[in-house]
T-cell receptor
Framework: KQEVTQIPAALSVPEGENLVLNCSFTDSAIYNLQWFRQDPGKGLTSLLLIQSSQREQTSGRLNASLDKSSGRSTLYIAASQPGDSATYLCAVRRNTGGFKTIFGAGTRLFVKA | EAQVTQNPRYLITVTGKKLTVTCSQNMNHEYMSWYRQDPGLGLRQIYYSMNVEVTDKGDVPEGYKVSRKEKRNFPLILESPSPNQTSLYFC????????????????FGQGTRLTVV
């Protein structure tokens, strides 16, 4: 059974710092991995999608990497800003035994001005 | 504008009264799914659909029904709601996994906050 874990559960950093959020999964048979941002009481905003054949994706200050063999993905945020404060979620879509999507519990990020 | 639309956004109902939460997308996506989000449990998939007339259970399907008669719509049905179904519900859509090389980025609706008393 696929399990997705995100570490750390919460993170507080000063503005301007570069930071890394981690996502690990137990079954490497994935179709894609997607990173989302969620603000309190709001919906999910897609940040980056990595297909299983890709190693990384970049968008602005964000870079996501994928290592299927080790079951890991990282989301790198450069020069963090207070507006980056939110919960970051990773989601893995399986490609065997059905096409379920499994979410991690998220990392709650607070960037201090 | 590409979007996933859920209705209603907020709903308070009583135990046992059947209800339907609608979900519609305008991106011609084959894959649609429903999730519930609960404090401490995160987002869990209820049901998903790979295409019209094709649905399958997620991790927490008990107490829910879905149908996929048209590509754009994927309603979530609670035949007899109970208080433990009080939650924040999200619908999402994307291109199907069956297409190689396609962008399978998932788009989410704004959520439906359901309270069952």
């Amino acid at each position: 059974k696929q399990e997705v874990t995100q570490i750390p559960a919460a993170l507080s950093v000063p503005e301007g710092e570069n930071l890394v959020l981690n996502c690990s999964f137990t079954d490497s048979a994935i179709y894609n991995l997607q990173w989302f941002r969620q603000d309190p009481g709001k919906g999910l905003t897609s940040l980056l999608l990595i297909q299983s054949s890709q190693r990384e994706q970049t968008s602005g200050r964000l870079n996501a990497s994928l290592d299927k063999s080790s079951g890991r993905s990282t989301l790198y945020i450069a020069a963090s800003q207070p507006g980056d404060s939110a919960t970051y979620l990773c989601a893995v879509r399986r490609n065997t035994g059905g096409f379920k999507t499994i979410f991690g519990a998220g990392t709650r990020l607070f960037v201090k001005a | 504008e590409a979007q996933v639309t859920q209705n209603p956004r907020y709903l308070i109902t009583v135990t046992g009264k059947k209800l339907t939460v609608t979900c519609s997308q305008n991106m011609n996506h084959e894959y649609m799914s429903w999730y519930r989000q609960d404090p401490g449990l995160g987002l869990r998939q209820i049901y998903y659909s790979m295409n019209v007339e094709v649905t399958d259970k997620g991790d927490v399907p008990e107490g829910y029904k879905v149908s996929r008669k048209e590509k754009r719509n994927f309603p979530l049905i609670l035949e007899s709601p109970s208080p433990n179904q009080t939650s924040l519900y999200f619908c999402a859509s994307s291109l199907s996994m069956a297409k190689r090389g396609g962008n399978t980025e998932a788009f989410f609706g704004q959520g439906t906050r359901l309270t069952v008393v």
